[in-house]
Each structure stands twice: as C-alpha cells, then as structure tokens.
C-alpha cells in the first residue's frame, strides 16, 4: 500500500506527526537561547546597548542541576509546539487536498515568482 504524505487520511496522520515531532525537536533546540532571553528581558540590569547574557548562563550552570537548568519549562514548550507545528502540516496539506493543488501547481507559481524577481518577464 503506498502513502503519499498529505493525501488520504493515513498521509494526513503522517504528516501532522511529523510536523509534530519536528514541534518537539525545535522546542527542544531552541528553549535554552529563549530562556536565556527571557530572563534577560526580565532582569533589571538591561543596558542600552543590550543584556549581557553571561552572568545569566553561569547562574544557570552554577545551580543545583546545571546544564539540565536550560530545560526547565520544556515539557510545556514541547508539548504548546507538538500541537502548533503539527495542525500547521495537517491544516497545510488538508487545505491543499481541499483546493486541488499539487506539486506541480507549486512548481510553477514559484517559477514564476523566480522569473519576475529575475527580470525575465515584463508583468508591468
């Protein structure tokens, strides 16, 4: 049996999954420089040049746990980014099933959009 990733409701399932576990790889890539942000917006020694970053990594390092101190609160990202990213590739391929649209449809509007942006045709 052949599944085509966003078409029939097993390629469907297939693609909001992935989209979903790419939801958790990214959340888990990105919450350590996102927490060191956040607690930088929320510290009182701003600059205005900028925050300085480093005091916050070497408290982080320096508490009971220490490199684990970059996760906490990655359970609730994860699972916020699992549900986001995964109904974004569902509702995608959903809507582009709904419309017809396949890839070749795709190929050629970015074509186009590449051949304007090059000059090669006069739209004007």
């Given at each position: 049996?052949?599944?085509?990733?966003?078409?029939?409701?097993?390629?469907?399932?297939?693609?909001?999954?992935?989209?979903?576990?790419?939801?958790?790889?990214?959340?888990?890539?990105?919450?350590?420089?996102?927490?060191?942000?956040?607690?930088?917006?929320?510290?009182?020694?701003?600059?205005?040049?900028?925050?300085?970053?480093?005091?916050?990594?070497?408290?982080l390092l320096e508490k009971d746990g220490g490199i684990i101190n970059f996760y906490v609160g990655l359970?609730?990202?994860?699972?916020?980014?699992?549900?986001?990213?995964?109904?974004?590739f569902f509702f995608y391929d959903y809507v582009k099933n709904l419309f017809g649209v396949g890839t070749?449809?795709?190929?050629?509007?970015?074509?186009?959009?590449?051949?304007?942006?090059?000059?090669?045709?006069?739209?004007?």
């Amino acid at each position: 049996m052949d599944v085509q990733v966003g078409v029939g409701p097993l390629g469907l399932t297939v693609s909001a999954l992935s989209g979903a576990l790419s939801g958790i790889v990214g959340a888990a890539i990105s919450h350590p420089a996102d927490l060191i942000l956040t607690l930088a917006s929320n510290s009182s020694s701003e600059s205005e040049k900028g925050f300085d970053w480093k005091p916050i990594v070497k408290e982080l390092l320096e508490k009971d746990g220490g490199i684990i101190n970059f996760y906490v609160g990655l359970p609730a990202r994860a699972t916020f980014f699992f549900f986001v990213i995964g109904l974004q590739f569902f509702f995608y391929d959903y809507v582009k099933n709904l419309f017809g649209v396949g890839t070749d449809d795709l190929n050629l509007v970015l074509d186009v959009f590449y051949a304007v942006r090059k000059g090669l045709t006069d739209l004007y």
